[in-house]
């Protein structure tokens, strides 16, 4: 049975009252479980929205009352306040600028944050009650048992399909309801965050970032999903996932029918790759993939919360394969491998058949002399992504982004580096002196659709490699290869001899050069 919770209360226009409200939020979300990164974030929308009613919607000197409701319901947090105050136009607040220099305030980066951490935000003014605002942030994962809201996997409802079961893209508002219901009945809310907002995955087809097929049947019960998202609109490399079949259905083939149909559509969109990501607490998806022509060259540690795995606690945190396939042949690329993995570098552009050169760092400028940092979090799988390219202002930007993400409690963070930059032979041990180690190669992924070596770091987390579960000869290469670099992450945990792998199917030492056939 789903527990909520609901906190009503009265400020006064006082700076007094954001801490108090601050610190009694703090404590609710202890009491609660609520992962400290969320928290953190719905405090600063939480702050933010109050300072902008306090500043803009209540003169100075008033007494009106600002009136605040804290929710735990729905698998989400829900802050609402209002205030019977003077009409405004939060549309008018400053919209976020960079700073152009240290000594320059930067305007607006308060609201630009609450847009860019909250799943809903929303500024509305109440006739003849005044100004409201609302946020809402999803929870990543259940709650531990016993605290907050009962977010875990509901007892699902048996599905009788009726009639014909057909194959087509998602277009109607109707069609995205229905895939969001079919969703929360096989996994409650700890899916793609996407399916459970109909309006953005009817946003998202619409401007073709989202390729979103169904099987439905003609009671218009959605059977089965299958997707492909693109990061960017330009983006030529596809991430394949979003894919479910009901119970009822998973021997008609349906995912075989949908996964021809959204292969079909995706190549007609002009995406020149396919990659998906797999878990490692079994090997299903894996020999999914597999069967779809893909090659795993990758290994994320770590890198999403464990919210599928049966028995899993809060916090505990799952490995999953990057897997790839070139669906629009493509020709030589000049690659600048860093001598220390060179050869496993090589070995991985072997078993995805493209054809690579090697150049000397030394015989040609960086492409465009220019340096490049880019950091993306993600809030809701706790983890960030840094794509670097340069020299040694990049090396600093570098640490200094690692150490604030660390302090900041960032589980995991993937760090990109592009492979056709002659930057890549230098910025490579640079940063594995802060402790990054080799995760994989990612091919189209950088910019302008460069192939990249992504590394990893992640914080305070220690894995037992005999509980990674490995399909592919080249992903149970990889394992092996990063095991004998010895990350602490991994050694810690494990009992073999530093560089062996453990007895285990999933993670047996194997010859880096082995083709996965």
Not at 64 to 90: H, K
Not at 144 to 152: E, S, V
């Amino acid at each position: 049975m789903t527990q909520n919770y609901r906190i009503e209360i009265e400020l006064p226009r006082h700076d007094a009252s954001l801490g108090a409200v601050q610190a009694l939020f703090a404590n609710l979300c202890g009491s609660l479980g609520v992962p400290d990164p969320i928290r953190r974030e719905v405090e600063l929308a939480l702050e933010e929205g109050l300072i902008n009613f306090f500043k803009h919607a209540i003169p100075e000197g008033a007494d009106t009352p600002v009136s605040l409701r804290i929710e735990f319901q729905d698998a989400a947090i829900r802050l609402v306040a209002r205030a019977a105050g003077r009409p405004f136009d939060f549309a008018r607040l400053p919209h976020y600028q960079a700073p152009r220099s240290l000594e320059e305030t930067p305007r607006g980066l308060g609201t630009f944050l609450i847009a860019r951490t909250m799943d809903s935000v929303k500024w509305r003014y109440i006739e003849k009650e005044g100004q409201e605002f609302e946020v809402i942030k999803r929870l990543p994962a259940p709650l531990p048992p016993g605290h907050g809201p009962d977010i875990l996997r509901p007892d699902r409802r048996q599905v009788r399909i009726q009639g014909k079961i057909s194959y087509r893209r998602l277009q109607t508002a109707e069609e995205a309801l229905a895939l969001a219901s079919a969703a929360w009945d096989l996994y409650g809310y700890g899916y793609k965050d996407v399916i459970y907002y109909p309006e953005r995955v009817l946003e998202q087809s619409r401007t073709g970032q989202l390729l979103s097929w169904i099987a439905i049947d003609e009671a218009g019960t959605v059977i089965g999903h299958y997707a492909m998202l693109r990061h960017r609109p330009d983006d030529p490399l596809g991430e394949m996932g979003a894919a479910f079949v009901l119970p009822e259905a998973r021997k008609g083939g349906v995912f075989r029918q949908l996964s021809d149909q959204l292969h079909a559509d995706a190549r007609q969109s002009g995406v020149r790759a396919l990659y998906s990501l797999s878990v490692t607490h079994h090997v299903a998806t894996q020999k999914a993939s597999e069967a779809l022509g893909r090659i795993t060259v990758g290994l994320r540690l770590a890198s999403s919360p464990a919210v599928f795995v049966e028995g899993a606690r809060p916090g505990d945190r799952i490995t999953t394969t990057f897997n790839y396939h070139q669906v629009v042949p493509r020709g030589p690329r000049t690659l600048y491998p860093p001598s220390r993995h060179r050869d496993m570098i090589l070995h991985s552009y072997d078993w995805l058949g493209l054809r690579v050169t090697e150049a000397d760092p030394a015989a040609l400028p960086r492409l465009g002399g220019d340096d490049f940092l880019e950091c993306h979090r993600d809030l809701t799988w706790n983890r960030a992504l840094i794509e670097a390219a340069g020299g040694e202002a990049v090396h600093y930007k570098l640490a200094a982004f690692t150490a604030f993400l660390l302090e900041q409690g960032v589980a995991c963070i993937l760090l990109s580096i592009d492979l056709e930059d002659p930057s890549a032979p230098a910025l490579t041990p640079a940063a594995e002196a802060l402790g990054y180690f080799y995760s994989g190669i990612f091919p189209e992924s950088g910019r302008q659709g460069h192939d990249v070596l992504e590394l990893q770091l992640l914080n305070g987390i220690s894995l037992d490699p005999s509980q990674i579960q490995l399909h592919q000869p080249s992903a149970k290469a990889i394992l092996a290869y990063i095991l004998a670099l010895e990350p602490p992450c991994l050694v810690a945990a494990n009992s073999a001899t530093p560089g062996e792998a453990p007895a285990s199917s999933g993670t047996a030492t194997l010859d880096p050069t082995a083709h996965p056939g």
